[in-house]
């Protein structure tokens, strides 16, 4: 059975960076598509960036250009590499692989 476990949170000024992570656990990881969401206060959960099993990445139009995800296949984690943050980036972020969720790490962009 898979487990996702997500790291890296943590408050951030705005137009700063921040890495988050992701650990699974089984044996599946290499084999499937990842997925980071997020989920605001009071707003739908949305997809952030996704990678196939092949290392090819899709962003959200919100943030391409800004945050880019990877993966690491020997060590069962993928990252998300924010960049240039913004306010509006505050959320829960969530990864998830099939119908697999993380508990989430919560970014917080204030000054």
């Known amino acids: 059975q898979v487990q996702l476990v997500e790291s890296g949170g943590g408050l951030v000024q705005p137009g700063g960076s921040l890495r988050i992570s992701c650990a699974a656990s089984?044996?599946?990881?290499?084999?499937?598509?990842m997925g980071w969401y997020r989920q605001a206060p009071g707003k739908q959960r949305e997809l952030v960036a996704v990678?196939?099993?092949?290392?090819?990445?899709n962003y959200a139009d919100s943030v391409k250009g800004r945050f880019t995800i990877s993966r690491d296949n020997a060590k069962k984690t993928v990252y998300l590499q924010m960049n240039s943050l913004k306010p509006e980036d505050t959320a829960v972020y969530y990864c998830?692989?099939?119908?697999?969720w993380g508990q989430g790490t919560l970014v917080t962009v204030s000054s």
């Open positions: 998830n692989t099939r119908t697999v």
């Open positions: 089984g044996s599946i990881f290499s084999f499937s598509a």
């Open positions: 990678i196939s099993s092949g290392g090819v990445p």
